[in-house]
């Protein structure tokens, strides 16, 4: 199998029977578009807030605690910042619903470094920021190496119910609205080494959590993806069977929740997660092709996390591990990922005032 970016514009002359027909842009999509106006009318502030945050960040895949899908809240004038590493790595895949591996590819190895930040605007709404920086490569083939920031992540996160619930505990429900936009212009159409799809996305998330007055909790969380196209540095492209005569991709939507349950109290985290995404439309991998941007991508992951908070005059710093497994997919890899780092808790309340 010949992952050579020449080989998809052969496969174009190579398959005259399929038809042939012009791309229709996703243009009917009203949440894409709102996602657009939104980030439009926020680009001046986004620009003076851009320059610190990048040199704050060291970099990153995705926060496992005081995230968009968990049900911890900051405090009031709180803020809750990190810097992790990841290390994701795969050397089989699925190309639709057949698993193999590939010799052109070897081992696929990503790995990032993130910052974060989660501001506590007030007790029940926080504010959280992504930067991630990104490296691949292939341990085999032709395929060159990549790395550069990656998306700016903005959400926000909203506690409306808070009422006990049982005796043994309370329940909670959360409403998030995130969004993300490329950072740089880095090349999508170069799978599986790019380092992201290059879409600017919106998404909706509801999360429902029980936490026990012992410390243990269980959350579910969903959440529905709005993707806007995506442009290419060429004027046609060849998937689902099709010749597409343009350089504008349609992006599929996605689905996803995740489901997870474990230990929380006085900052220490033991927790297990069940992810599962749905990509709702898109193609599989051709045989013998490169994946492409707007390909079908399934998935489903298993983890574990703990988080501990550093005893000492160190107590507002704390140390995070994840192991992740993708036990199921289709056009993804089988990827096992690690993620490492610290956190910090910064209070910004006055001496003496109510947090």
């Given at each position: 199998m010949t992952f050579v970016c020449a080989l998809v514009e052969l496969s174009q002359v190579c398959f005259p029977s399929h038809p042939i027909r012009p791309h229709r842009p996703n243009t009917g999509n009203l949440a894409v578009r709102l996602g657009v106006v939104v980030y439009r009318l926020c680009t001046k502030p986004l620009k003076k807030l851009l320059p610190p945050l990048v040199m704050l960040a060291s970099l990153s895949a995705t926060l496992h605690a005081q995230t968009v899908d968990?049900?911890?809240?900051?405090?009031?004038?709180?803020?809750?910042?990190?810097?992790?590493?990841?290390?994701?790595?795969?050397?089989?895949?699925?190309?639709?619903?057949?698993?193999?591996?590939?010799?052109?590819?070897?081992?696929?190895?990503?790995?990032?470094?993130?910052?974060?930040?989660?501001?506590?605007?007030?007790d029940r709404l926080d504010v959280l920021v992504t930067v991630p920086y990104v490296w691949t490569h292939a341990s085999q083939g032709v395929l060159h190496s990549m790395h550069g920031f990656q998306d700016f992540a903005l959400g926000a996160k909203y506690n409306f119910l808070d009422r006990p619930f049982t005796e043994a505990g309370r329940i909670r429900a959360f409403a998030v609205v995130a969004g993300g936009?490329?950072?740089?212009?880095?090349?999508?159409?170069?799978?599986?080494?790019?380092?992201?799809?290059?879409?600017?996305r919106i998404a909706a998330r509801g999360t429902l959590n029980f936490q026990s007055n012992r410390g243990w909790f269980l959350t579910g969380s969903t959440a529905y993806t709005w993707r806007d196209n995506v442009t290419l540095n060429r004027n046609s492209y060849f998937t689902e069977g099709q010749l597409f005569l343009t350089n504008q991709v349609q992006m599929p939507n996605v689905f996803d929740y995740?489901?997870?349950?474990?230990?929380?109290?006085?900052?220490?985290?033991?927790?297990?997660?069940?992810?599962?995404?749905?990509?709702?439309?898109?193609?599989?991998?051709?045989?013998?092709?490169?994946?492409f941007i707007s390909n079908m991508m399934n998935l489903s992951r298993v983890s574990g996390m703990v988080m501990y908070p550093i005893p000492g005059p160190l107590h507002n710093l704390a140390y995070q591990f994840t192991y992740g497994y993708v036990v199921d997919g289709r056009n993804v890899g089988q990827s096992t990922t690690i993620t490492t780092g610290f956190d910090y808790t910064v209070h910004f309340a006055k001496r003496g005032q109510k947090q």
């Open positions: 968990d049900a911890i809240m900051i405090p009031k004038k709180t803020l809750f910042t990190g810097a992790l590493y990841s290390h994701d790595t795969w050397n089989q895949y699925w190309e639709g619903p057949l698993e193999r591996t590939n010799g052109n590819l070897g081992t696929v190895k990503t790995q990032s470094v993130s910052w974060t930040g989660n501001y506590g605007i007030t936009i490329p950072m740089t212009g880095y090349t999508p159409d170069f799978q599986p080494l790019s380092i992201g799809l290059g879409a600017k995740v489901v997870s349950g474990g230990w929380f109290r006085r900052g220490l985290m033991l927790q297990g997660l069940f992810f599962q995404q749905r990509t709702q439309g898109g193609g599989d991998i051709r045989r013998q092709d490169m994946p």
